[in-house]
């Protein structure tokens, strides 16, 4: 997935691109969430492939959440090579727009504090062109 089409996704349909990437599914399970004017409306819910039992009513909240997203970056094999870690440092430059290449430290620092939503679009950006 490149950028544009990552700009055309909901916020909705984003998290979920996030969440399968990082092995979340949809499972048989289904919850109750009390919708408009006290209607119930049934919720399919997620868990992690392969952990049985621990279901949610939705995925983590990559776009909004620092800590899902730190977590989504050290469990994917993105970290595990120097080109991944290259790509994703390249990516995250480009996400915070800061105009000039990732080698000097202040680039550094500013990709350290992105937000979760520039971590989240380097972070597809990155493991889709890998």
């Not at 399970?29 to 279901?55: E, Q, R, Y």
């Not at 994703?88 to 480009?94: A, D, F």
């Not at 430290?105 to 992105?114: G, K, S, T, Y």
Request: hydrophobic share 35%.
């Amino acid at each position: 997935m490149n950028r544009k089409q990552w700009k055309k996704l909901t916020p909705d349909e984003q998290r979920i691109h996030i969440a399968e990437l990082c092995g979340w599914e949809k499972g048989p399970k289904n919850s109750i969430s009390l919708g408009a004017f006290g209607h119930m409306t049934p919720m399919t819910c997620w868990h992690l492939k392969g952990i049985k039992g621990d279901w949610q009513d939705s995925p983590p909240n990559y776009l909004n959440d620092l800590n899902a997203m730190h977590k989504a970056e050290q469990n994917s094999h993105i970290f595990k090579s120097w080109r991944g870690k290259k790509c994703w440092m390249e990516n995250m430059h480009i996400c915070c727009d800061l105009g000039r290449q990732p080698e000097s430290e202040p680039d550094r620092i500013h990709a350290l504090i992105a937000t979760a939503s520039q971590r989240a679009e380097a972070f597809v950006v990155t493991l889709d062109g890998i």
